[in-house]
């Protein structure tokens, strides 16, 4: 069974920081695309940040070079640190491994199919 627990949101000010974890479990990042996503209330699920298995990284035009997206493989625990945070970018954060049979997302110029989530961590930005 595989299993995705995010951890590391929280509540900071503009211009914060914050470090996402993804911890999993039956499954090995390294293996397939990976990534991070978001929701915000009422809003639809956008693409944050994707790594894939050659490194190659992509990210939303929304995160303009302040996020970065990473992966321990030795603890099998994809990150994603979010620096100079706005309040736009309140939301839950979900981590997410592709497989075949999961559905179409694209996140800048990656597009890649995501079937495993995590149960989502809260960022919440204030002004």
């Known amino acids: 069974e595989v299993q995705l627990l995010e951890s590391g949101g929280g509540s900071v000010q503009a211009g914060g920081t914050l470090k996402l974890s993804c911890k999993a479990s039956g499954y090995i990042f390294s293996t397939s695309l990976m990534g991070w996503f978001r929701q915000a209330p009422g809003k639809k699920r956008e693409g944050v940040a994707t790594?894939?298995?050659?490194?190659?990284?992509s990210y939303g035009d929304f995160v303009e070079g302040r996020f970065t997206i990473s992966l321990d493989n030795a603890k099998n625990t994809l990150y994603l640190e979010m620096n100079d945070l706005k309040p736009e970018d309140t939301a839950m954060y979900y981590c997410a491994a592709s497989h075949a049979f999961g559905a179409w997302y694209t996140v800048g110029q990656t597009r890649g199919r995501f079937a495993y989530w995590g149960q989502g961590t809260q960022v919440t930005v204030s002004s």
């Open positions: 790594l894939d298995t050659d490194g190659s990284t």
